[in-house]
């Protein structure tokens, strides 16, 4: 396998986990609870308690609904941010000098600086990624904060 396919593989892999994590493959959008909230609250579900928040409950939802929005766009960005770094133009250049390459020393100085920029984009996506997990969780605990023990359930 020439060192081409090997980059080119591992920059598909790379472009694969931009995508999934832009979509939130690894979980949901944490603005989905406040629809599920809303929409169980005003169809009136059979044996909701959610039918039966309070105004007060409803202010707080919706102020932790504004907060969450504010974070799920600041992992947007991130994300955009992350997807524009695997196509800048240090690493179209280092793609060119993947393609250059012909004797052994070289391909040993490449393959460092790939690995390098690999690594960054890795460590980018990770941070992304928890960045995500945290906007998940702070929404789950923010609404389940507002609800009492049999609205939970």
Do not use: H
């Not at 955009?80 to 179209?92: G, I, P, Y």
């Amino acid at each position: 396998m020439s060192i081409c396919n090997t980059y080119e593989g591992r920059l598909r892999i790379i472009e694969l986990k931009l995508e999934n994590a832009y979509s939130w493959v690894t979980g949901w959008k944490p603005s989905a609870v406040f629809k599920l909230v809303n929409s169980i609250r005003i169809n009136g579900v059979p044996s909701s308690s959610l039918v039966e928040l309070t105004q007060e409950n409803m202010r707080k939802v919706e102020v932790l609904r504004v907060k969450i929005r504010l974070e799920e766009e600041k992992v947007e960005r991130e994300m955009e941010r992350q997807q524009a770094a695997v196509v800048d133009r240090k690493m179209a250049e280092l793609v060119r000098l993947v393609v250059r390459v012909k004797n052994g020393e070289q391909v040993r100085q490449v393959e460092g600086l790939v690995e390098v920029a690999l690594k960054g984009v890795i460590t980018g996506q990770e941070k992304v990624m928890k960045a995500a997990n945290c906007a998940r969780l702070r929404t789950l605990k923010g609404v389940l904060d507002v609800l009492s023990p049999l609205q939970r359930v």
